[in-house]
C-alpha cells in the first residue's frame, strides 16, 4: 500500500503532478470534474499521520525539548537584561545596591549611560546635566556610544592621552580604560559632547575623588587648548576574553543545514583551544603561508588563547627543538563543542514544537471537502507543506547530530595543528604602546580538505540576514548603487585599513554621521556589527606583581543598543573588517561592568603583521580563494 511518508517532500509532489496528468487525460465519458491541484495534495498530505515519528530516539528528542525550553527562557532573560538591567527592582539586590550607592551622591548614576551593553554606572560626569525624562511612569533613555571623528583633539590625542592617565596615577584614582567617544539616544544622531570616558575599578572612585579628577583632566585639556568636552567615570574592568576527522567543507549554497555545519569548518571565526586546557577557548584569526616555497599554513590568533596565562608561564616561542613538547590546539573546546550540540538540540526542539502548534491548524481546518472554501484548501497546504519541511530539517539535523557524535565527541579528534610560536603577552610595547598578544598555530595538512579550503573569508550570515547586512554597512543611497552581499555570505579579507582612515574614515552611517562600520564573526557572538570610535583607547591592566601598565588600543563600540554587545569573552582572536573585506585588527579584550562587554579593544592588523615578520619575513596572508 502506497504511504506519503516513504517518499521525500519533493518526490511527492512530483507524484501528485503525474495523478493530475493522469486524470486529465481520463475518457471524457467519465464526466469527472476538472480537478483541483490544491485539493489533491491537501488530501494527499492529510494521510498523514500527526503521531508519526522523525526517525530519532524518543529520549534524544525529549532532551531537544528541555534544551529548546532551557535556551528560550536563557534567550528572553537576556533580552530582558539588555533593556533593564539596570531597573531599580528589588528582584534585582546586587544592581540595586551599585546604583542607589552611586545615586546618593550622583543622582544620574543610573540614567548617564543606560542602554549600554554592560549596563554602566555612572560615578561622576561633569559638564550640562543630559536629558532625563520625569514623572512617576517615565522611563529612563535607553543611550547608545558612539565614535567620534574629526575632533580638533583627535591630532594631539596620543599625547594628550598619556598626560591624562599620568595625571590620573598621580592622583591615586584605579582607572582601568580611557575611551574618547560620544553618546547619542538609540537610533538618533549623537546629542552628546566628546566625552572622555575614564572605567575605574568597581566601588574604587569614592564621589569627592571623582568630582576633583574630572576637574583635573578638564583643566589640563583646556590648557592645551580644547574646550568642547566632557569627562565621564564608569565602574568597568578591562578583560582579556578566553572563554580525528578532517575540518569539514563549508558551502552555504548546497550544504543542507550549514548553520549548524559552520562551527565544525575552517571558515573565520572558527572556535579553538589548547588540547591540555580545552576550557580556555577564543577565536581563530586569519590564515598565513609561511612562504611561498613552504607548503606550511599558520592560522593566527592571540597568545591568551594559545597559552592562556593561567596554565603557562608568559614566555616566548613554545618548542625550540624536538624533544620539547608539541603543544596541541583543538577545534571546538568544552563550551563552544557543548554549544555546537545544544544548538542542534535546541532547534530541534523548536522545530517539533512549531509541528504540535501547526498540527492544531490542521485539527481545526479539518480534512479536505468537495466544494470547500478555496482559502480553506490553500491554508490546508500550506501549514501541511510547514509540517513536512520541519519533519525534513528534524531529520537533517539528526542525521549530522549523529555524524558528529561518531567522530568529533573526543578532543583528541579535534586537534587540527600545534603552536609554533608565541610573542611573551606585554603592553604598552615601543615604540606604537599597542597590546602584543599574537601566537600562531602550525595546521596539520592532513586535517585539512585543501581543495574546498575557501582561505581568508568571515562568515557574515549566521545571525544576521544578508537584508540587515546590507542596510547596516551600505546604509545610503550611494553606498547601495554597486553593493552587491558576498556570495554565500562569505566576506573575503584582503587589504587593510590605514591608521588615516580610522580617523578620519570615508563612510556615513544611517544617521548622516561620519562613521567607521565593522565586522566580525567570533566563538561567543557569531556575526556582530561594531562602530570605531576614531580615536584610540587607553587601557591599565595589573600583573600579578602589582605592577601597572598601561596600553593604546582601537576601540570598538557596539552598532546600536538592539544589536547586543560587538564582542564577549571567547571572541579574541576574532579578525575584524570592514564592509568590503579589509582588515582593521584582531580582537584582544573589552570593557565593561558585568560580564557584557561595552568597549572592545583591537590591536592593529598592520602592527601584528610587522611582528610576526621578525620571525617568518616571508610569510604572507593566504591567497584568495576564488
Not at 115 to 144: F, H, M
Amino acid at each position: 500500500m502506497f504511504c506519503p511518508l516513504s517518499l521525500p517532500l519533493s518526490g511527492f509532489f512530483l507524484l501528485v503532478s503525474l495523478i493530475y496528468d493522469l486524470y486529465r487525460n481520463l475518457p471524457t465519458t467519465l464526466s469527472l470534474p476538472p480537478p483541483n491541484p490544491l485539493l489533491q495534495k491537501s488530501k494527499q498530505f492529510a494521510t498523514m499521520s500527526s503521531e508519526s515519528p522523525f526517525g530519532i530516539d524518543k529520549v534524544f528528542l525529549d532532551s531537544c525539548k528541555e534544551v529548546s525550553e532551557a535556551l528560550s527562557f536563557k534567550s528572553s532573560q537576556s533580552v530582558t537584561y539588555k533593556f533593564a538591567e539596570l531597573n531599580l527592582d528589588k528582584d534585582k539586590e546586587a544592581v540595586v545596591s551599585d546604583a542607589e550607592r552611586l545615586s546618593v551622591f550622583y543622582a544620574n548614576a543610573a540614567y548617564d549611560f543606560y542602554g549600554t551593553p554592560s549596563g554602566a554606572l555612572c560615578v561622576y560626569k561633569n559638564g550640562d546635566a543630559w536629558p532625563v525624562r520625569t514623572g512617576l511612569e517615565s522611563q529612563r533613555i535607553i543611550r547608545e556610544a558612539r565614535g567620534v571623528h574629526g575632533h580638533p583633539m583627535q591630532v594631539t590625542w596620543f599625547e594628550l592621552g598619556k598626560r591624562v592617565y599620568t595625571l590620573l596615577d598621580d592622583m591615586n584614582v584605579p582607572w582601568t580604560s580611557i575611551d574618547p567617544l560620544a553618546f547619542a539616544e538609540a537610533g538618533k544622531r549623537r546629542f552628546s559632547k566628546l566625552l572622555i570616558w575614564i572605567g575605574v575599578e568597581p566601588k574604587s572612585l569614592v564621589y569627592e575623588l571623582a568630582n576633583t579628577a574630572a576637574a583635573a583632566v578638564t583643566n589640563l585639556l583646556t590648557q592645551a587648548g580644547f574646550n568642547d568636552f566632557e569627562v565621564g567615570f564608569r565602574e568597568s574592568v578591562v578583560t582579556r576574553s578566553f572563554a580525528g576527522p578532517k575540518m569539514l567543507s563549508f558551502d552555504p549554497l548546497n550544504d543542507s543545514v550549514p548553520e549548524f555545519r559552520k562551527p565544525f569548518t575552517p571558515t573565520l571565526g572558527l572556535s579553538v583551544a589548547p588540547f591540555k586546557t580545552p576550557h580556555y577557548e577564543g577565536t581563530g584569526a586569519l590564515y598565513l603561508r609561511e612562504s611561498k616555497e613552504s607548503n606550511c599554513v599558520f592560522l593566527l590568533t592571540c597568545a591568551h588563547v594559545a597559552r592562556p596565562p593561567p596554565a603557562h608561564p608568559n614566555t616566548g616561542p613554545v618548542r625550540k627543538t624536538t624533544s620539547h613538547p608539541r603543544e596541541q590546539v583543538i577545534v571546538l573546546g568544552n563550551s563552544g563543542y557543548t554549544d555546537a550540540l545544544k544548538s542542534m538540540m535546541c532547534t530541534i526542539g523548536d522545530q517539533n514544537r512549531s509541528i504540535k502548534d501547526w498540527q492544531t491548524v490542521l485539527r481545526r481546518l479539518g480534512k479536505p471537502q468537495e466544494g470547500e472554501s478555496a482559502n480553506i484548501t490553500k491554508r490546508r497546504v500550506e501549514h501541511l507543506a510547514l509540517v513536512g519541511k520541519a519533519r525534513e530539517t528534524i531529520s537533517e539535523i539528526n542525521k549530522f547530530y549523529n555524524e558528529i557524535l561518531k567522530q568529533w565527541t573526543i578532543p583528541d579528534q579535534r586537534v587540527i595543528g600545534e603552536v609554533v610560536h608565541v610573542e611573551p603577552i606585554g603592553v604598552n610595547v615601543a615604540p606604537h604602546v599597542f597590546t602584543r598578544d599574537w601566537a600562531l598555530i602550525k595546521l596539520y595538512n592532513e586535517k585539512f580538505d585543501w581543495t574546498t579550503f575557501k582561505g581568508n573569508k568571515v562568515y557574515i550570515g549566521g545571525n544576521l540576514s544578508s537584508l540587515e547586512y546590507g542596510k547596516i554597512m551600505f546604509p545610503q543611497p550611494e553606498d547601495q548603487a554597486d553593493y552587491e552581499y558576498p556570495e554565500d555570505g562569505l566576506l573575503q579579507a584582503f587589504g587593510v585599513i590605514q591608521a588615516d582612515e580610522i580617523r578620519n574614515p570615508k563612510q556615513l552611517d544611517t544617521n548622516g554621521e561620519q562613521c567607521l562600520l565593522v565586522i566580525k564573526n567570533g566563538l561567543t557572538t557569531g556575526t556582530t556589527i561594531g562602530r570605531v570610535t576614531g580615536m584610540k583607547s587607553f587601557t591599565r591592566t595589573i600583573d600579578e606583581y602589582g605592577i601597572k601598565e598601561t596600553s593604546m588600543e582601537i576601540a570598538v563600540l557596539p552598532y546600536g543598543n538592539a544589536n547586543g554587545p560587538f564582542s564577549a569573552s571567547g571572541d579574541s582572536g576574532s579578525i575584524v573588517l570592514d564592509r568590503n573585506g579589509r582588515i582593521l585588527g584582531m580582537l584582544n579584550g573589552g570593557a565593561g561592568s558585568t560580564n557584557r562587554t561595552d568597549v572592545t579593544y583591537l590591536t592593529p592588523y598592520w602592527y601584528i603583521e610587522q611582528e610576526i615578520k621578525k620571525y617568518f619575513p616571508d610569510s604572507f596572508l593566504y591567497d584568495v580563494v576564488v
